[in-house]
């Protein structure tokens, strides 16, 4: 079992539609959780971090974490075109600078 | 700031062949990572170095593998010899904190070795 689990889709979903894109994670350890967007043939950018439990939202996304069920979820609202991208969920244990990546969730948004 | 530059964009080679990358990373940042890509393995986390210094190797695939950084402007991973399992996308990132949270990642080198 890998330490990150991600499904790599495709997800294909209407424009306006609200997204929700998943990673479970196995080590309680983590504490570091990311997302990072990739468009076909750049390089990840980071999108989202959160530190511990909770929720964050900037903008039309919102990411959340619950380590009780060792669960994250990033939520695009009034999904665009624009945001069709590879999406990879990361974590990491505190002070630790390695990054466990999930597979990457392929993400389409149709007009 | 261009952010982090790579090069070459593309590269073909024959298998046996001498490969190298190269990465600029953003100006002042103190860590940089070579990460390489594949449909069946992911990304893949290939040698760390904070402040120029390699402080994790382990997940270099074996001695055909080998990465510098003789100042903080400039990094190089050599392949020597290259076989075709090599092929794949590589990454340079960098960061300024030492971690990975919030790590910035270049446009990637598309290494195809024939």
């Known amino acids: 079992q890998k330490e990150v689990e991600q499904d790599p889709g495709p997800l294909s979903v209407p424009e306006g539609a609200i997204v929700s894109l998943n990673c479970t994670y196995s080590n309680s350890a983590f504490q570091y959780f990311m997302w990072y967007r990739q468009y076909s043939r750049k390089g990840p950018e980071l999108l989202m971090y959160?530190?511990s439990s909770g929720n964050k939202e900037d903008g039309r996304f919102t990411a959340q974490v619950d380590k009780s069920s060792k669960y994250i979820s990033l939520f695009i609202r009034d999904s665009q075109p624009s945001d069709s991208a590879t999406y990879l969920c990361?974590?990491?244990?505190?002070?630790?600078?390695?990054?466990?990546w999930g597979a990457g969730t392929k993400l389409i948004i149709k007009p | 700031d261009a952010g982090v530059i790579q090069s070459p964009r593309h590269e073909v080679t024959e298998m046996g062949q001498e490969v190298t990358l190269r990465c600029k990373p953003i100006s002042g940042h103190n860590s940089l990572f070579w990460y390489r890509q594949t449909m069946m393995r992911g990304l893949e986390l290939l040698i760390y170095f904070n402040n120029n210094v390699p402080i994790d190797d382990s997940g270099m695939p074996e001695d055909r593998f080998s990465a510098k950084m003789p100042n903080a402007s400039f990094s190089t991973l050599k392949i020597q010899p290259s076989e075709p399992r090599d092929s794949a996308v590589y990454f340079c990132?960098?960061?300024?904190?030492?971690?990975?949270?919030?790590?910035?990642f270049g446009q990637g080198t598309r290494l195809t070795v024939v």
């Open positions: 990361a974590m990491s244990e505190i002070s630790n600078y390695q990054l466990i």
């Open positions: 959160t530190y």
């Open positions: 990132a960098s960061s300024l904190t030492g971690t990975n949270t919030e790590a910035f």
